[in-house]
């Protein structure tokens, strides 16, 4: 089929592929935010009293460090200390190790799955491209999504099971800190998490469509009737609303 350019079908595929393109983006944003929860010391928040080198006021907990305002002499001449989270530390509890290698494998596995879209989008618009081969990237980037979605999943969870049932932390002796804090509350980096991960599951079923590159041109012929153009622009308008995927061409 001959697609010329200004024909209604080539309005409708501008229109689908824009829809793509949003879905691009999100998941652009999802990654953002993976990566933002792996990296901001904002996972637990503890409220702590009359600790000596602390005084009273938070320690936030992340994955990778724990972080507080020191004072060693409480004289109120307080400045911002950080100490790393890491595996010479056996006696840290096994959900923060965990979340470090799940997110981390995350994020990676939600880059690639970007470059995989970005692949399949660009060949998207290549007439000599057969729709299975385009098919095949976007599938393997909805199973990227759907094993990063997953991961952070579980690494949240965990980490929130952990909050809400006051799980203590023996941190190591050097560090001066308590074991379990007056009050502790779940940090914006778990939230974040969620949102993250909710966005990588719905975009891997999006991106799992069985037939998204369903052909419109073997429905309609262009060169028909006034009333021909007409049911194929209804046809086309509900794969819109279906959230159809742009045209392929066999």
């Given amino acids: 089929m001959q697609v010329k350019e200004g024909s209604l079908v080539v309005r409708w595929l501008r229109l689908v592929s824009g829809l793509q393109l949003c879905s691009f983006l999100i998941d652009i944003v999802a990654w953002i935010m993976c990566i933002a929860s792996t990296a901001v010391v904002n996972w637990r928040v503890w409220s702590v009293e009359n600790i000596k080198g602390i005084g009273s006021g938070n320690i936030w907990i992340g994955i990778w460090q724990v972080c507080f305002w020191k ?26 190790f965990i979340a470090q290698d799940l997110m981390a494998l995350a994020s990676i596995m ?118 021909d153009s007409f049911v194929l622009g209804l046809q086309m308008g509900f794969d819109v609303l279906q959230v159809r995927r742009p045209l392929f061409y066999d």
């Fill in 110 to 227: 939600n880059s690639a799955a970007l470059g995989l879209i970005s692949f399949a989008l660009y060949n998207v618009f290549e007439p000599r491209k057969h729709k299975n081969f385009v098919l095949t990237f976007f599938r393997l980037a909805a199973f990227l999504n759907l094993v990063a979605g997953i991961l952070v999943l579980i690494s949240v969870v965990w980490n929130t099971s952990a909050v809400l049932h006051n799980g203590k932390i023996v941190f190591p002796e050097d560090f001066e800190l308590p074991q379990i804090p007056s009050e502790q509350h779940i940090g914006p980096s778990i939230y974040l998490g969620y949102i993250a991960a909710g966005f990588q599951l719905l975009r891997s079923g999006k991106l799992s469509d069985p037939d998204p590159g369903r052909s419109f041109h073997t429905r309609m012929d262009l060169r028909g009737s006034g009333s």
């Fill in 71 to 96: 004072d060693p002499s409480n004289d109120g001449n307080s400045f911002w200390h950080c100490e790393d989270l890491n595996e010479q530390h056996p006696s840290l509890p096994r959900e923060i």
